[in-house]
Nanobody, 124 residues
Framework: QVQLVESGGGLVQAGNSLRLSCETI????????MAWFRQAPGKEREFVAA????????HYAESVKGRSSITRENDKNMMYLEMSSLNPEDSAVYYC?????????????????WGQGTQVTVSS
């Protein structure tokens, strides 16, 4: 069972950028289709971005498209999410998720493996 560890969250000012990292442990990241989700207080967990095993496929939620980039470095067992033009609506706990399989999936139920999350707070 893969383990996922997120890092890179924190407090940032609106308009600034942030890079989140996700490390896979126990199993190599190249085996997994991976994604980022986020959950704000009182809201459901929502899809942010996903990337296939060899980075051929990337997919973004409309809310972050054009100002976000999901990448991965399988040789380092790492995945990243870079977000720019942050606004207070981006404030949430961001989760890294992984699944076996090669098709794009955007529902939390599609991903059996999750990290503990990293808090991102965007101040106005």
């Amino acid at each position: 069972q893969v383990q996922l560890v997120e890092s890179g969250g924190g407090l940032v000012q609106a308009g600034n950028s942030l890079r989140l990292s996700c490390e896979t442990i126990v199993r190599p990241s190249r085996e997994y289709f991976m994604a980022w989700f986020r959950q704000a207080p009182g809201k459901e967990r929502e899809f942010v971005a996903a990337i296939s095993q060899k980075s051929i496929i990337t997919h973004y939620a409309e809310s972050v498209k054009g100002r976000s980039s999901i990448t991965r470095e399988n040789d380092k067992n790492m995945m990243y999410l870079e977000m720019s033009s942050l606004n207070p609506e981006d404030s949430a706990v961001y989760y890294c998720a992984a699944r076996k399989g090669v098709t794009t999936a955007t529902a939390p139920s599609d991903y059996p493996s999750w990290g503990q999350g990293t808090q991102v707070t965007v101040s106005s």
